[in-house]
T-cell receptor, first 115, second 113 residues
Framework: EAGVAQSPRYKIIEKRQSVAFWCNPI?????LYWYQQILGQGPKLLIQ????????DSQLPKDRFSAERLKGVDSTLKIQPAKLEDSAVYLC?????????????FGEGSWLTVV | QKEVEQDPGPLSVPEGAIVSLNCTYS??????FMWYRQYSRKGPELLMY????GNKEDGRFTAQVDKSSKYISLFIRDSQPSDSATYLC?????????????FGKGTLLTVNP
């Protein structure tokens, strides 16, 4: 079974520039998550999709971050304009039925450095 | 006070040692408790999952939850160099898809051959 695919793996941008990350979840997984993991900290949920709909985006900085999930499959996370404090790993994850009862599978992450 | 506290370490032990990793939490609504293992430059992977209080064993790994003390532990017996990773505790108030995981900071473990 193919895992959660993310791209690009690494990105370096200057502050105030924009960046987009792409995620392809495991086939058939209805729930998709984007987490932000700052170095030395645990992952923090940014947004959770159930199929096409947003379940939780309470911790997404909506003035600069946006995310969409087209046709309930792939997802894109965009940051515009980027700030230095956005330097982090952006982890995409998916599960088939939500939190418990099915494992959440994480991708390897997209590493963002803002200079 | 943070919802989940975890000593970031680093923790360095010799091969074969028993490792104890711990988290405390403040939110009494948490009922589901998980341990994730994260290798360098990889995403986290689920290691253990427990519901409410009690113990759960899986091979060399034992997870313990003490809800009265708001304290969870992960024990690794006969530790191996391949266990070297960051261990993240995570917890949730509910089991459905509308509940979110709250993670600890992670403890970096190195097992020396």
């Amino acid at each position: 079974e193919a895992g959660v695919a993310q791209s690009p793996r690494y990105k370096i941008i200057e502050k105030r520039q924009s960046v987009a990350f792409w995620c392809n979840p495991i086939s058939g997984h209805a729930t998709l998550y984007w987490y932000q993991q700052i170095l030395g900290q645990g992952p923090k949920l940014l947004i959770q999709f159930q199929n096409n709909g947003v379940v939780d985006d309470s911790q997404l900085p909506k003035d600069r971050f946006s995310a969409e999930r087209l046709k309930g499959v792939d997802s894109t996370l965009k940051i515009q304009p980027a700030k230095l404090e956005d330097s982090a790993v952006y982890l995409c994850a998916s599960s088939s039925r939500g939190l418990i009862g099915n494992t959440i599978y994480f991708g390897e992450g997209s590493w963002l450095t803002v200079v | 006070q943070k919802e989940v506290e975890q000593d970031p370490g680093p923790l360095s032990v010799p091969e074969g040692a028993i490792v104890s990793l711990n988290c405390t939490y403040s939110n009494s609504a948490f009922q589901y408790f998980m341990w994730y293992r994260q290798y360098s430059r990889k995403g986290p992977e689920l290691l253990m999952y427990t519901y409410s209080s009690g113990n759960k064993e899986d091979g060399r790994f034992t997870a313990q939850v003490d809800k009265s003390s708001k304290y969870i532990s992960l024990f690794i017996r006969d530790s191996q160099p391949s266990d070297s990773a960051t261990y993240l505790c995570a917890m949730s108030a509910g089991g459905g898809s509308n509940y979110k995981l709250t993670f600890g900071k992670g403890t970096l473990l190195t097992v020396n051959p």
